[in-house]
């Protein structure tokens, strides 16, 4: 059982938290043995994350705005706190491979204060990544550019080849 400071300092913790991170996913924890807690906690590390495990009245504690009285609250459940930016998706396709993988289920998430779905979550862990879309755009962007000079460039061939019939 902790002391009243302990969870005084678990509450400060977790407010600090939720003032830095943008992004945060509730994840259930019914049916997860301590090795896949480990390993969610160690991939979400890696990738600027934090994973917790915390009491839901300290959580209502850490902030109010927050409806855990849901019944998909009712089941013990973890906090990925994502303190990255809010365009870094990359804890979103960790979530995905680790559904896939270890079959866990995700009860919501949060970004900018928008409530997201899990399928929503599962979703935005779908997208290409940054750099996959700026590659694409260019090449787009590429394309017409090159389009437009063959075009430019057209009458102007066309020209020659007239030119150069009427000298024959």
């Avoid at 694409?136 to 030119?163: A, D, E, H, Y």
């Amino acid at each position: 059982m902790k002391t009243k400071e302990e969870k005084k300092k678990i509450v400060e913790e977790l407010k600090d938290l939720f003032q830095k991170s943008q992004k945060f996913i509730f994840v259930s924890l019914l049916n997860i043995n301590s090795e896949i807690q480990n390993e969610i906690k160690t991939q979400i590390k890696k990738l600027g994350g934090i994973f917790k495990v915390v009491k839901k009245n300290l959580l209502k504690l850490a902030n109010r705005n927050i409806n855990i009285e849901k019944e998909e609250f009712k089941q013990p459940f973890g906090v990925i706190f994502d303190l990255n930016d809010i365009n870094n998706i990359d804890i979103f396709r960790t979530l995905l491979n680790l559904k896939e993988k270890h079959n866990i289920q995700l009860i919501e998430g949060v970004i900018n204060n928008k409530i997201l779905s899990s399928e929503e979550i599962l979703e935005i862990g779908k997208l290409p990544s940054k750099e996959i879309l700026i590659q694409r755009s260019i090449g787009t962007i590429n394309g017409l550019f090159v389009k437009f000079m063959q075009l430019l460039k057209n009458p102007l061939i066309r020209f020659n080849l007239v030119v150069s019939n009427a000298k024959k």
